[in-house]
C-alpha cells in the first residue's frame, strides 16, 4: 500500500498568517498515463470532507485562491497564503494512483 | 448542486448483517464512479470501496474483502454498501462519494454521511 505520511500532525496559526501542510508518499504518485493523483480535503468541525486539491494543484470551485498545492513524485505540499477562522478543520491527503487508495492520518489546524 | 444522500445506518451486533443506500440526485449518475469512505470516531478517514460507472469493475480495502459488496443501479441512481459479519471495527461514520469520471483517483464529491456502530 501507499503510505502518505503528513506532517505537522497538529498546526496552531496565527490568524492572517500562512500555513504549509506536507505529505509524503511511500511510492511514487505518477500514474502510468503521466497524471499523479494527489488530493488534498478539508473537514470543518462537525462536517463531512470537502475536496480542496486535485492532480496535485487544481483548487476546486469556490476554494479560496489562498489554498495552493504543489509537488512531485512522492512530496507534496498544500499551503494557505493567510489563515482565516474558517479555515480552521482537519486536512488530509489522499492518492487516488495506487489500490488501495488511502489517505494520510490529516492535520489539525487550529487558531492561536 | 450534487446531492448523496446515506442511509440504513444504526446499530448491529457484532455478525450481523446492514446494507447502506447512497441516493444521489442533480447529476448524471452513470457518468460517475462512486466510493465508500469511512470515518471511525475520533478517527481518520479510510477508502473502503469502488465501482466503476457501469460496474465493471469493483475494489475493496481487505479488511472489508469478502464481508462488504459494493453494488449500484443506475436505473435508480443509487449507490449499496451490503455489510455482512460486522465486527466492532467496522464502527464509524460512513460517506458515500462520486466523481465523474474525467476526474479519475479522487472523491470529488460527498455525502452527509451516516453513523454504522457494531455493538452487543
Keep these: ?112 | 448542486q450534487v446531492q448523496l444522500v446515506e442511509s440504513g445506518g444504526g446499530l448491529v451486533k457484532p455478525g450481523g448483517s446492514l446494507r447502506l443506500s447512497c441516493a444521489a440526485s442533480r447529476f448524471t449518475f452513470s457518468d460517475h464512479y462512486m466510493s465508500w469512505i469511512r470515518q471511525a470516531p475520533g478517527k481518520g478517514l479510510e477508502w473502503v470501496s469502488y465501482i466503476s460507472s457501469s460496474a465493471e469493475s469493483m475494489y475493496y480495502r481487505d479488511s472489508v474483502k469478502g464481508r462488504f459488496t459494493i453494488s449500484r443501479d443506475n436505473a435508480k441512481n443509487s449507490l449499496y454498501l451490503q455489510m455482512n459479519s460486522l465486527r466492532a471495527e467496522d464502527t464509524a461514520v460512513y460517506y458515500c462519494a462520486s466523481s465523474p469520471i474525467t476526474e479519475p483517483g479522487t472523491f470529488t464529491y460527498w455525502g452527509q454521511g451516516i453513523l454504522v456502530t457494531v455493538s452487543s
Excluded at chain 1, 501542510?21 to 503521466?34: A, H, K, N, P, T
Excluded at chain 1, 476554494?63 to 497564503?81: A, E
Excluded at chain 1, 477562522?85 to 490529516?106: I, N, R, S
Design chain 1, 1 to 112: 500500500d501507499a503510505v502518505m505520511t503528513q506532517s505537522p500532525l497538529s498546526l496552531p496559526v496565527t490568524l492572517g498568517q500562512p500555513a504549509s501542510i506536507s505529505c509524503r508518499s511511500s511510492q511514487s504518485l505518477v500514474y502510468s498515463d503521466g497524471n499523479t493523483y494527489l488530493n488534498w480535503f478539508q473537514q470543518r468541525p462537525g462536517q463531512s470532507p470537502r475536496r480542496l486539491i486535485y492532480e496535485v494543484s487544481n483548487r476546486d470551485s469556490g476554494v479560496p485562491d489562498r489554498f495552493s498545492g504543489s509537488g512531485s513524485g512522492t512530496y507534496f505540499t498544500l499551503k494557505i497564503s493567510r489563515v482565516e477562522a474558517e479555515d480552521v478543520g482537519v486536512y488530509y491527503c489522499m492518492q487516488g494512483t495506487h489500490w488501495p487508495w488511502t489517505f494520510g492520518q490529516g492535520t489539525k489546524v487550529e487558531i492561536k
